[in-house]
């Protein structure tokens, strides 16, 4: 079975920065195309960012510049950095593999104006 336990997130000013983790078990993880995704508050889930298994990556227009997503295959992790933060990025941030039903419990990033 596939877990994926994100960590990472916090409350931090506008303009400042939070590097989020999503930790994976199985051997499924460095084989696969990784994404993140958020859901605030009364909105939709979006996507942020995804990488696939070789390091392509692709970002929402929201977040270009500002995030950048990486991974690290030998400790089957999967990382967000998020710098020059705005409080329109606050929301329940979620890692998954790319087209499966495996989601993180998400983790919440409040950024205060």
């Known amino acids: 079975q596939v877990q994926l336990v994100e960590s990472g997130g916090g409350l931090v000013q506008a303009g400042g920065s939070l590097r989020l983790s999503c930790a994976a078990s199985?051997?499924?993880?460095?084989?696969?195309?990784m994404g993140w995704y958020r859901q605030a508050p009364g909105k939709q889930r979006e996507f942020v960012a995804s990488?696939?298994?070789?390091?392509?990556?692709n970002y929402a227009d929201s977040v270009k510049g500002r995030f950048t997503i990486s991974r690290d295959n030998a400790k089957n992790t999967l990382y967000l950095q998020m710098n020059s933060l705005k409080p329109d990025d606050t929301a329940v941030y979620y890692c998954?593999?790319?087209?499966?039903?495996?989601w993180g419990q998400g983790t919440q990033v409040t950024v205060s104006s």
């Open positions: 998954n593999i790319i087209n499966s039903r495996f």
């Open positions: 990488i696939t298994s070789y390091g392509s990556t």
């Open positions: 199985g051997s499924i993880f460095r084989l696969s195309a």
